[in-house]
């Protein structure tokens, strides 16, 4: 199993940058393909980023390509998700997931999940 809690998560304006991170927890987090999502209010949770095991092979949702970027540090247990180019759309709550299979677009595949960060962009 794996405990994931996220950070970093807060208020800023359009143009803006912010990192967050997720700290796993448990002993096998190199094992696990990782996932940023979002969900905005009303609406779906949504893939946004995506990373496999060793770190050198990454998937991005059309809407932050070039704008965010996803990395994992294994030795640190974590995966972090820097978002530049912020927008008023990009203003949700974040999650990040854990799957030790694959890595998915859809949330129903993920196994583990955190509890959430609240990322607000103002225009």
């Known amino acids: 199993q794996v405990q994931l809690v996220e950070s970093g998560g807060g208020s800023v304006q359009a143009g803006g940058s912010l990192r967050l991170s997720c700290q796993a927890s448990?002993?096998?987090?190199?094992?696990?393909?990782m996932g940023w999502f979002r969900q905005a209010p009303g609406k779906e949770r949504v893939f946004v980023a995506g990373?496999?095991?060793?770190?050198?092979?990454?998937n991005y949702a059309d809407s932050v390509k070039g704008r965010f970027t996803i990395s994992r540090d294994n030795a640190k247990k974590t995966v972090y998700l820097q978002m530049n180019s912020l927008k008023p759309e990009d203003t949700a709550v974040y999650y990040c997931a854990a799957d030790p299979h694959d890595l998915y677009y859809a949330p129903s595949e993920y196994d583990y999940w955190g509890q959430g960060t609240q990322v607000t962009v103002s225009s």
């Open positions: 448990g002993r096998t987090f190199s094992s696990y393909y």
């Open positions: 990373i496999r095991l060793s770190g050198t092979s990454t």
